[in-house]
């Protein structure tokens, strides 16, 4: 019997933790995908020549980095 309220107290506590990360992730403002899309330049996203964005935006990036 200590067992099954174990379980049930496991599964309340990650249905809790599971839901509270969620409403954090909505309220961020960080959407899905962000790390993986190109300008955002996290992960690996810069460099040189970054496929998957516009020579403006190219352009534009590369203009940060002079003086």
Known sequence: MKSGIWSLVLVIVAGVCFAGGY?????????PGYFGAVEAAGYGGGGESVAGISDEMAEYYKSLTEE
């Open 23 to 31: 409403q954090m992730s909505a309220k961020s403002g960080t959407e």
